[in-house]
């Protein structure tokens, strides 16, 4: 099944999870990177669109155009829709050559994605990286600041497997 990376509307109970999430927060204004990250995790497409930083403008009485600022200086802000873990696999040649195509089709079997699909719940985005210089361990996939080499189907559906135990907590 074929995903795209597109942006959705907010459901009426995110937007009511934003403004109670404020709400609690007196000192939004001086706190707004970890008020816009916290939004943001806790949104199923893991981005900060203008719907949301609408919101946040009105709510917290910083102007949409200061707000910008911050979305676009913080690279751990999306100001696109993001799935939450980015499954890197590395198709450098020293990797290549020994056989990432085959772990490729066992992460996407694994995931039910193709390369550059999303998962439907935005939990796994698969794409390609360059070399991480863990050739020895090759081929490997990167996810965040992890890197996984040595991989076999069962290692790749255990850790698959704890990421997606960690979304349930
Ligand atoms: S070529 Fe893949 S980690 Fe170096």
């Given at each position: 099944?074929?995903?795209k990376v597109v942006a959705e509307p907010l459901e009426q109970y995110e937007i009511d999870a934003i403004n109670k999430y404020i709400d609690e927060h007196e000192d939004a204004r001086n706190d707004i990177l970890n008020i816009l990250l916290t939004i943001q995790r806790n949104l199923k497409e893991n981005?900060?669109?203008e719907e949301v930083a609408t919101i946040v403008s009105e709510k917290v009485g910083i102007p949409l155009v200061q707000l910008y600022d911050v979305l676009?200086?913080?690279?751990?802000?999306?100001t696109e829709p993001h799935a939450k873990y980015i499954v890197e696999?590395?198709?450098?040649?020293?990797?290549y050559l020994s056989d990432s195509d085959s772990v490729q089709v066992m992460v996407e079997d694994e995931l039910g994605i193709k390369m550059g699909e999303h998962t439907e719940d935005w939990l796994f985005q698969l794409e390609e990286c360059a070399c991480v210089g863990a050739c020895d361990i090759g081929p490997i996939i990167k996810i965040g600041d992890e890197i996984h080499g040595n991989l076999t189907r069962?290692?790749?559906r255990r850790?698959?497997?704890e990421?997606?135990?960690k979304k349930d907590l």
């Amino acid at each position: 099944m074929k995903y795209k990376v597109v942006a959705e509307p907010l459901e009426q109970y995110e937007i009511d999870a934003i403004n109670k999430y404020i709400d609690e927060h007196e000192d939004a204004r001086n706190d707004i990177l970890n008020i816009l990250l916290t939004i943001q995790r806790n949104l199923k497409e893991n981005y900060i669109g203008e719907e949301v930083a609408t919101i946040v403008s009105e709510k917290v009485g910083i102007p949409l155009v200061q707000l910008y600022d911050v979305l676009t200086f913080y690279s751990m802000l999306n100001t696109e829709p993001h799935a939450k873990y980015i499954v890197e696999l590395c198709t450098c040649a020293p990797c290549y050559l020994s056989d990432s195509d085959s772990v490729q089709v066992m992460v996407e079997d694994e995931l039910g994605i193709k390369m550059g699909e999303h998962t439907e719940d935005w939990l796994f985005q698969l794409e390609e990286c360059a070399c991480v210089g863990a050739c020895d361990i090759g081929p490997i996939i990167k996810i965040g600041d992890e890197i996984h080499g040595n991989l076999t189907r069962e290692k790749i559906r255990r850790i698959f497997g704890e990421l997606r135990a960690k979304k349930d907590l």
